[in-house]
């Protein structure tokens, strides 16, 4: 999927006309004066923002163009909302850093869905209305965002779309197109792994301990083969447990789990068992 070349065409549908006052958006700086700056607010159809000169920067700034030129997409704040003229006054200086990070990168993904969905209706026959009644908007009320609901599409497949209320003509199609160009980011952890046994075959009872340990967590995190759990040697007694997921949280909560009860095998076994999450 070309998103950049398609993205430039797309015009994303707003749910309200106007955005809320306190409320970060995505605007496109058209013209710039001594007095302020007027942008098209992406997100909101192009709807027209007024940037004043004071609320450009926190410091004096002698020459506003110095900040911001046209064609620059900048991450601003509502001040002010006027309903009859279908306008808003913003501003830049009230933005933290932090802030214009993730905003930037949540609109990127916004449009990358977006565009995705798009294409897929086009090949069905469906208008852009369509898709944002059908998909867009379901997606965004099921996982909070589209590409949120792309990703639970790719990670667990054709049932997180149908529990969105997305249409059955739309689920082949539009999974496909995610498994296709939808990447899902994959975190890795470790746990230091201590087993030792006095027994005649502790070895085979460490071996069978071990097992457990990788079968269990994998039965559990696993999400359409997403999960890799590796248990290797690092030299005995030590073994590492590595775990690539793309739920990071769920998978700690899952080895903190099964430890446990792993532990009463091991116990059983007459296995000294241990396990101490390394710091990433």
Same mark, same amino acid.
């Given at each position: 999927?070309?998103?950049?070349?398609?993205?430039?065409?797309?015009?994303?549908?707003?749910?309200?006309?106007?955005?809320?006052?306190?409320?970060?958006?995505?605007?496109?700086?058209?013209?710039?004066?001594?007095?302020?700056?007027?942008?098209?607010?992406?997100?909101?159809?192009?709807?027209?923002?007024?940037?004043?000169?004071?609320?450009?920067?926190?410091?004096?700034?002698?020459?506003?163009?110095?900040?911001?030129?046209?064609?620059?997409?900048?991450?601003?704040?509502?001040?002010?909302?006027?309903?009859?003229?279908?306008?808003?006054?913003?501003?830049?200086?009230?933005?933290?850093?932090?802030?214009?990070?993730?905003?930037?990168?949540?609109?990127?993904?916004?449009?990358? #869905?977006? @565009?995705? *969905?798009? !294409?897929?209706?086009? %090949? &069905?026959?469906?208008? /852009?209305?369509?898709?944002?009644? +059908?998909?867009?908007?379901?997606?965004?009320?099921?996982?909070?965002?589209?590409?949120?609901?792309?990703?639970?599409?790719?990670?667990?497949?054709?049932?997180?779309?149908?529990?969105?209320?997305?249409?059955?003509?739309?689920?082949?199609?539009?999974?496909?197109? #995610?498994? @296709?160009? *939808?990447? !899902?980011?994959?975190? %890795? &952890?470790?746990?230091? /792994?201590?087993?030792?046994?006095? +027994?005649?075959?502790?070895?085979?009872?460490?071996?069978?301990?071990?097992?457990?340990?990788?079968?269990?967590?994998?039965?559990?995190?696993?999400?359409?083969?997403?999960?890799?759990?590796?248990?290797?040697?690092?030299?005995?007694?030590?073994?590492?447990?590595?775990?690539? @997921?793309?739920?990071?949280?769920?998978?700690? %909560?899952?080895?903190?789990? /099964?430890?446990?009860?792993?532990?009463?095998?091991?116990?059983?076994?007459?296995?000294?068992?241990?396990?101490?999450?390394?710091?990433?």
């Amino acid at each position: 999927m070309s998103s950049s070349g398609e993205s430039k065409k797309l015009v994303l549908k707003p749910r309200h006309p106007l955005p809320k006052v306190g409320e970060l958006v995505v605007g496109t700086v058209e013209e710039v004066y001594d007095f302020g700056a007027y942008l098209s607010l992406d997100e909101y159809g192009g709807i027209r923002a007024f940037l004043p000169w004071s609320e450009v920067a926190s410091r004096m700034v002698r020459n506003i163009a110095h900040v911001v030129k046209p064609g620059q997409k900048i991450v601003v704040k509502v001040i002010r909302v006027y309903k009859r003229r279908n306008q808003v006054d913003v501003s830049l200086k009230r933005v933290m850093e932090g802030e214009k990070r993730r905003k930037m990168m949540q609109y990127k993904r916004k449009v990358k #869905a977006a @565009t995705l *969905v798009s !294409i897929v209706a086009e %090949k &069905l026959g469906k208008t /852009v209305d369509d898709a944002y009644r +059908e998909v867009i908007w379901k997606l965004e009320d099921a996982y909070g965002d589209v590409m949120t609901g792309l990703e639970q599409a790719v990670i667990y497949g054709e049932q997180a779309l149908r529990e969105a209320g997305i249409p059955e003509e739309w689920i082949e199609p539009l999974l496909e197109a #995610a498994r @296709t160009h *939808v990447e !899902i980011k994959q975190f %890795k &952890l470790s746990w230091i /792994v201590n087993a030792t046994s006095t +027994e005649p075959d502790g070895v085979d009872r460490i071996r069978e301990v071990l097992i457990t340990l990788r079968d269990t967590i994998k039965s559990k995190i696993d999400g359409q083969g997403r999960t890799t759990v590796r248990i290797y040697s690092i030299g005995a007694p030590k073994y590492r447990l590595d775990i690539v @997921t793309h739920d990071p949280k769920t998978a700690e %909560k899952t080895v903190e789990t /099964v430890s446990s009860s792993v532990a009463k095998k091991a116990s059983k076994l007459k296995v000294t068992f241990k396990i101490e999450k390394l710091k990433q």
